[in-house]
């Protein structure tokens, strides 16, 4: 009795070893599938649009043959728009250059100045006029890492700006009463370039392998210049110079060609 009870357990381990041999299976791993990745390094083409927040520093003029010159009293620049273009060139993984042209869209500027007229001895002077500006600028930019679909940057440009000032249009008035006015007099606007660095930072947005969008902020310090001539015994003018704070977003087209970098999948796989 003994013997047929140890058989048959027997008989029972070694069934149960069989089956769970059957049930085991080779572990899997995932097959690698190729994926387009942009390659480190090659020329690109960019464009850019953008809104400047405007910040003149300040504008003075002379009031007339041999007298010193005087600040208007209150000076605003309205903001605009910008639009820009450029190409540049991938160095390696981390660094990149390249040369950019902006234009800055119409700003207007208003200004007003007190003192003696010709209808008055106490005036208020109200002028107008009209900014614009083209910017060249050689920029060099660090991308910090990628993060999946995205690549932070800082980046550093010098350069110069093209600053056109309209021709200024000024009316001065009685204080108190705005009917009682001196002919209106229209000094001639200046142009002249004008050295200009800027600071940026943001980040690029994997599109395709070839493509990525740009958002980030630029700052630019244009420095300060003549901003109209002399009429009427009073003037020339000049402007203590420009900060401009720049949203802007735009596209990146390389033409470096796109790798194939091999990525597991999770959709398939293989038994050893």
């Known amino acids: 009795?003994?013997?047929?009870?140890?058989?048959?357990?027997?008989?029972?381990?070694?069934?149960?070893?069989?089956?769970?041999?059957?049930?085991?299976?080779?572990?899997?791993?995932?097959?690698?599938?190729p994926v387009q990745v942009a390659s480190a390094g090659g020329w690109y083409l960019r464009g850019d649009v953008g809104y400047a927040f405007t910040n003149l520093r300040g504008a003075h003029f002379y009031e007339g043959p041999g007298r010193f010159s005087r600040d208007f009293d209150d000076v605003d620049l309205d903001d605009t728009w910008s639009l820009g273009a450029g190409v540049g060139y991938q160095i390696n993984e981390y660094l990149r250059s390249d040369i950019t042209l902006d234009y800055l869209g119409s700003a207007d500027f208003e200004s007003s100045v007190t003192g003696g007229c010709g209808v008055a001895a106490d005036c208020t002077s109200n002028d107008a006029a009209e900014l614009t500006a083209w910017s060249l600028m050689a920029n060099t930019y660090v991308d910090i890492g990628k993060y999946g679909l995205f690549t932070p940057y800082v980046g550093a440009g010098i350069g110069g700006t093209q600053v056109r000032w309209d021709n200024l249009r000024g009316t001065a008035c009685e204080v108190g009463d705005s009917s009682?006015?001196?002919?209106?007099?229209?000094?001639?606007?200046?142009?002249?370039?004008?050295?200009?660095?800027?600071?940026?930072?943001?980040?690029?947005?994997?599109?395709?392998?070839?493509?990525?969008?740009?958002?980030?902020?630029?700052?630019?310090?244009?420095?300060?210049?003549?901003?109209?001539?002399?009429?009427?015994?009073?003037?020339?003018?000049?402007?203590?110079?420009?900060?401009?704070?720049?949203?802007?977003?735009?596209?990146?087209?390389?033409?470096?060609?796109?790798q194939e970098a091999y990525l597991p999948s999770s959709d398939a796989a293989i038994i050893k």
């Open 1 to 33: 009795m003994k013997t047929i009870v140890i058989a048959s357990v027997a008989a029972l381990f070694g069934a149960t070893v069989t089956s769970a041999a059957d049930l085991y299976e080779q572990p899997v791993e995932p097959i690698a599938e």
């Open 180 to 258: 009682n006015c001196d002919p209106s007099i229209e000094y001639e606007g200046r142009s002249k370039w004008r050295f200009t660095y800027g600071l940026m930072a943001g980040t690029a947005i994997d599109l395709t392998c070839n493509t990525k969008a740009d958002v980030g902020y630029r700052f630019r310090h244009v420095l300060g210049g003549n901003m109209f001539g002399s009429a009427a015994n009073s003037g020339p003018g000049s402007d203590e110079g420009l900060y401009l704070h720049e949203a802007r977003a735009g596209i990146r087209y390389s033409f470096g060609g796109c």
